[in-house]
């Protein structure tokens, strides 16, 4: 029992991290809670930081996740569920310790941990999630949509009650941190990233 609370603690910790508030804050001397979107992740790091900043941001969220998952394996303790742990670390990622119990959407930890506990459904949502920025250009919907196809695999396929009910959970969540972009998406006001179809047909159109 004691293990299963340390890792569970430690899956936190991990999540914890925010690799895009801290390379803002040693390296650009930017807050990018205050900047953009506000939003501690992937995207706003893209947009205050730049694209290498904003890659690293993306691999490094994606790698705690995945790194929180695989706890269970490091302490030998292999009849413990990935995808409880890797909840732990989700968890951190969005109520973070470091920065006052705030944090990011969840999308790209989330990412991580699907990937060490189903890797193909991993790939399938990955694929999903490219096909909707080169259609839409938006990193919002391409995260919905990747986590509302991930809920309907793990009910209607996979069949796996505890990826579903975590997976369905996360969905609703996802949507809930992206009430303002659905806001926005509705308005015809949404951001776009500087790719795919959206953009390109706008770009042409000024």
């Avoid at 430690?10 to 925010?18: D, E, H, R, V």
């Avoid at 895009?20 to 205050?34: A, P, Q, S």
């Amino acid at each position: 029992m004691f293990k299963i609370i340390f890792i569970l603690v430690l899956a936190y910790l991990l999540g914890s991290l925010m690799p895009g508030y801290w390379l803002g804050k040693v390296f650009y001397h930017k807050d990018i809670r205050t900047e953009g979107s506000g939003n501690i992740g992937t995207t706003n790091a893209f947009r205050i930081l730049g694209p290498i900043p904003g890659t690293v941001v993306l691999v490094m969220d994606i790698l705690k996740g995945a790194l929180a998952g695989l706890l269970p394996y490091f302490f030998g303790l292999h009849d413990v569920n990935i995808m409880i742990v890797g909840l732990a670390a989700i968890l951190g990622h969005t109520f973070s310790i470091w920065i006052g119990f705030k944090g990011g959407k969840a999308v790209a930890t989330s990412a991580g941990v699907l990937s060490v506990y189903n890797t193909p459904l991993f790939l399938m949502v990955c694929a999903i999630f490219i096909t909707c920025l080169i259609l839409f250009s938006m990193v919002s919907v391409a995260s919905m949509v990747g986590f509302t196809f991930a809920s309907f695999m793990s009910v209607l396929y996979y069949q796996d009650v505890i990826l579903s009910i975590i997976a369905i959970v996360l969905t609703v969540f996802v949507f809930y941190r992206h009430r303002k972009n659905i806001g926005r998406i509705l308005t015809g006001t949404e951001s776009t990233i500087p790719f795919g179809l959206v953009y390109w047909f706008g770009k042409k159109n000024k």
